[in-house]
């Protein structure tokens, strides 16, 4: 069956740098999850979309935008990099957005910044 | 605001030994409660999960009920494997009013680790 996909796996980026994160959606799959994951901590709620549309922020910085586009991907845009967003970064997806529907995560995107 | 902590790990154990992670809540309604489980290099897988009082949740001979009365979800195992060596997080979700439907919290994780 096919998963979530994330691109890349493993981003090394410098300070002050951008980065920028892909999320592909199971197919059919229309509600999408950012979460962040640092080194040793519990995954924390960045921000959520359904339908194209955010449908709720968590604890995302100034710095960082995301959006979900026509086909449902989705894109977390990371700017003027800081040496504590070195993180992993993961997506999920859902067929929908009520608690009844199971969040599937992808294998993550593990940010380095140097 | 919602928030779960589980016992502070890790956990060493060996083959075929009892398994109890602990794992308490705080929320505002009435949550929906999950453990995942997240293998070296992977993604958070779901596990097992109960939407309501005193369901059980059960898979892979993983057990965990949700007692609202002491607000907690212990996930057991009677008998642990060397494959089932990962990192578990005990999470909720709960409707938060407006679009904000679906967002999960985690615990800080437990590291499990079996021997031969």
């Known amino acids: 069956a096919a998963g979530v996909i994330q691109s890349p796996r493993h981003l090394i980026k410098e300070k002050r740098e951008t980065a920028t994160l892909k999320c592909y959606p199971i197919?059919?799959?229309?509600?999408v999850y950012w979460y962040q994951q640092g080194p040793g901590q519990d995954p924390q709620f960045l921000i959520s979309f359904y339908e194209k549309m955010q449908s709720d922020k968590g604890s995302i910085p100034d710095r960082f935008s995301a959006q979900q586009f026509s086909d449902y991907h989705s894109e977390l845009n990371m700017s003027s990099l800081e040496l504590g967003d070195s993180a992993l970064y993961f997506c999920?997806?859902?067929?929908?957005?009520?608690?009844?529907?199971?969040?599937?995560f992808g294998p993550g995107t593990r940010l380095t910044v140097t | 605001g919602n928030s779960v902590t589980q016992m502070e790990g890790p956990v060493t154990l060996s083959e075929e030994a009892f398994l109890t992670i602990n794992c308490t809540y705080t929320a505002t309604g009435y949550p929906s409660l999950f453990w995942y489980v997240q293998y070296p290099g992977e993604g958070l897988q779901l596990l097992l999960k109960?939407?309501?009082?005193?369901d059980k949740g059960s898979n892979k001979g993983f057990e965990a009920t949700y007692r609202k009365e002491t607000t907690s979800f212990h996930l057991e195992k009677g008998s642990v494997q060397v494959s089932d060596s990962a990192v578990y997080f005990c999470?909720?979700?709960?409707?938060?009013?407006?679009?904000?439907?679906?967002?999960?919290?985690f615990g800080q994780g437990t590291i499990l680790t079996v021997h031969p």
């Open positions: 999470a909720l979700r709960e409707y938060a009013g407006g679009t904000s439907y679906g967002k999960l919290t």
């Open positions: 999920a997806s859902s067929s929908g957005q009520g608690i009844s529907y199971e969040q599937y």
């Open positions: 197919p059919r799959h229309d509600t």
């Open positions: 109960a939407t309501k009082a005193d």
